[in-house]
């Protein structure tokens, strides 16, 4: 049952990228991000490392879509609940909010990663 419930996240995963990737279907990218975050939740809840690494993917592939990239940074402040003292998700929180041209907040999250990142 298990893996059939991780395969479930794996092809949701695999379906956003091709909506983002191939096909430049952002709206329905971000209700089936909706929908991923609420399999998450209730498949793996605890898992910051899979929020994280779901975030940058699509993060990367959003084509500074403003609304895909507020549905990753929602899917990133999950995985930096889990973990605040991880810097690497401090910095691609920071990044994503630089392309969301919000410069300031990014500055500030980016020192923070660097506090962190020192220790």
Do not use: W
């Not at 909706?34 to 994280?52: G, R, V």
């Amino acid at each position: 049952a298990k893996a059939f419930e991780l395969s479930q996240i794996s092809c949701a995963r695999i379906q956003i990228f091709q909506l983002l990737a191939r096909e430049g279907t952002r709206q329905q990218a971000v209700e089936e991000i909706k929908e991923l975050i609420k399999l998450f939740e209730k498949l793996e809840p605890k898992n910051p490392e899979l929020y994280f690494k779901t975030s940058q993917l699509f993060a990367r592939v959003a084509g500074g879509n403003e609304f895909v990239i507020q549905k990753t940074i929602d899917v990133l402040k999950k995985a930096i609940l889990l973990s605040p003292t991880t810097c690497i998700y401090l910095a691609e929180n920071a990044y994503q909010l630089t392309l969301m041209q919000d410069y300031t907040q990014s500055f500030h999250i980016y020192q923070k990663s660097a506090e962190l990142d020192e220790t």
